[in-house]
């Protein structure tokens, strides 16, 4: 099985509303049709709003939605009739084929058929500064700053998915997609985003030990971090999203 990630525009005559509800309504199933399973929706909508402040913008116009699926295989071929359903429910999209490493799996807040999940996902797409090597970023990446997203945030669910390629032209050149989800309050109280409420030192050691471990590897001149909602399509009897959490000690 392969994992495709894909970044979706509107119509810029499309509403925000009438964009999200087509593709709540019509992209899951079109997408299970044509060969998916495990589809996933994030969303720009009026329930993230509150969090608007914490997205950062590389491209122009961003992103309006992430739809995530597995295929048995992403080769053009294969692939024909999603990324037809994708081009029908967009006025453009960009594919890429990722590799998925679940950090947290969410056993907190389980989605619920297809229901939107609890909290607010931040999903971030992140290029690596050009001055550091691929090899160093992923060491950096994996081996310390996994360690500090999981002490340092109220995050209950954190995948990482590691770019292997593009498939669609033009995509942008991203090298990770990276989603975390956090309480409703993250949205705007930092002390809660930091999982240091109450606790003033913890709060300004976390933010400093994550602003750190950021700095060492992300180009944030190229990134694009978008508050969303979660909506999970899992065919029945997948079990696979749930699991273990990895400990944060």
């Given amino acids: 099985m392969e ?8 119509n810029p005559d499309d509403t925000a509303e009438a964009f999200n509800n087509r593709l709540l309504s019509s992209l899951s199933a079109e997408l299970e049709e044509a060969g998916a399973t495990r589809v996933r929706i994030n969303l720009r909508d009026a329930a993230v709003a509150p969090a608007q402040g914490l997205a950062q913008q590389w491209q122009a116009p961003q992103q309006d939605a992430v739809v995530q699926f597995w295929l048995s295989s992403a080769n053009p071929r294969f692939r024909t009739k999603c ?36 909290g607010w996902s931040q999903a971030s797409f992140i290029t690596f500064r050009d001055d550091v090597t691929r090899a160093s970023a992923l060491a950096h990446w994996h081996d310390h700053h996994t360690r500090v997203a999981i002490e340092t945030q109220s995050n209950f669910e954190y995948i990482q998915n590691l770019i292997v390629m593009p498939l669609t032209e033009g995509a942008p050149q991203y090298d990770a997609f990276v989603e975390e989800c956090f309480p409703l309050d993250a949205m705007t109280d930092p002390a809660v985003f930091f999982d240091a409420v109450g606790d ?17 590897f992300i180009d944030f001149a190229r990134i694009d971090v978008l508050p969303t909602s979660q909506f999970d399509f899992v065919t029945a009897g997948d079990h696979s999203r749930t699991g273990r959490k990895l400990e944060r000690s």
Wanted: glycine letters at 2%; a negative charge; charged letters at 20%.
């Fill in 3 to 10: 994992k495709v990630i894909c970044a979706l525009w509107r």
């Fill in 83 to 118: 990324d037809a359903a994708l081009a029908r429910h967009s006025s453009r999209f960009a594919a890429w084929l990722v590799c998925e490493s679940t950090i947290i799996p969410n056993t907190d807040h389980p989605p619920s058929g297809d229901a939107r999940t609890d």
């Fill in 200 to 216: 003033n030192a913890r709060f300004e050691a976390n933010v400093a030990a994550m602003t750190d471990s950021c700095n060492a």
